[in-house]
């Protein structure tokens, strides 16, 4: 069992740092090599829009903390992202008809959609001080 904990500034050019902490702390621990591509794409997706748009209603200091916790265990790599930003759950909207006319969609909503598809399960809770966005891959 592996316990990672790190506290990060949600400034744009730190996502780089942030996404390699993870994907390092995961392949350090055994995640197969087939499954580091999507992953670190979900990932991405989720750290740059934590870094975009959770703080930004402290403008113009538009930057904050985020936490990123991984629990490694003999079946699950369990992520948790934690920001005090705007209380915000990307899951409550629906996904977005990928399939139609370009024309008819709505903007936004394909990065949660991304997020999804490539992780075994996503959650989203806040606890009253923290928006907290739960990825999870099943070890195979």
């Given amino acids: ?9 949600t400034a744009v050019d ?5 996404v390699l902490y993870i994907m390092s702390s995961l392949s350090n621990n055994g995640l197969p090599k087939e499954k580091c591509v999507k992953i670190q794409l979900a990932i991405e997706e989720a750290i740059v829009n934590i870094c975009s748009y959770a703080y930004i209603h402290n403008f113009p200091i538009t930057s904050g903390e985020v936490i990123v916790e991984i629990n490694i265990d003999d079946s ?7 920001d005090k930003g705007i209380a915000y759950n990307p ?18 909503g394909l990065g949660i959609y991304l997020i999804k598809q490539m992780m ?3 959650d989203y809770e806040n606890d009253g001080d923290y928006n907290i966005l739960k990825l999870k891959i099943i070890k195979n």
């Fill in 14 to 18: 730190t996502s780089d740092d942030i």
């Fill in 91 to 108: 899951l409550q909207y629906s996904d977005p008809a990928i399939w139609a006319p370009a024309e008819s969609k709505d903007v936004g």
């Fill in 76 to 82: 699950v790599y369990d992520i948790k992202l934690k």
């Fill in 120 to 122: 075994d399960e996503v």
């Fill in 1 to 9: 069992m592996a316990f990672y904990l790190q506290s990060f500034d």
